[in-house]
């Protein structure tokens, strides 16, 4: 059973910094891209930030760039988000994603955890 588990979410004030870090098992993690995204209510899910499965190539929205850095661990079959800079419009539900596309395109989501940006 596909597990990824989200921690590090919180309550922080603008200018601060947090970091989300994503625990996946029950799968070849170094075979997987890895990816953060984030939902608030009434928006569609939108992707944050994404790094392939060696780690090699990472993505980022426009409006993380500079501020936010995804890394993975892959001995330790983990992803982290650091958040820098963190602005009131980043708040958001943060949600982990698993992606491994060969044939068909497999995707895990964890559940997510809550950043709220406030002062």
């Known amino acids: 059973q596909v597990q990824l588990v989200e921690s590090g979410g919180g309550l922080v004030q603008p200018g601060g910094s947090l970091r989300l870090s994503c625990a996946a098992s029950?799968?070849?993690?170094?075979?997987?891209?890895m990816s953060w995204y984030r939902q608030v209510p009434g928006k569609e899910r939108e992707l944050v930030a994404g790094v392939s499965s060696a780690g090699g190539s990472t993505n980022y929205a426009d409006s993380v760039k500079g501020r936010f850095t995804i890394s993975r661990d892959n001995a330790k079959n983990t992803v982290t988000l650091q958040m820098n800079s963190l602005k009131p419009e980043d708040t958001a539900v943060y949600y982990c994603?698993?992606?491994?596309?060969?044939?068909?395109?497999?995707?895990?989501w964890g559940k997510g955890t809550l950043v709220t940006v406030s002062s």
């Open positions: 029950g799968l070849t993690f170094s075979r997987y891209a």
């Open positions: 994603n698993a992606q491994f596309a060969v044939v068909n395109v497999v995707n895990y």
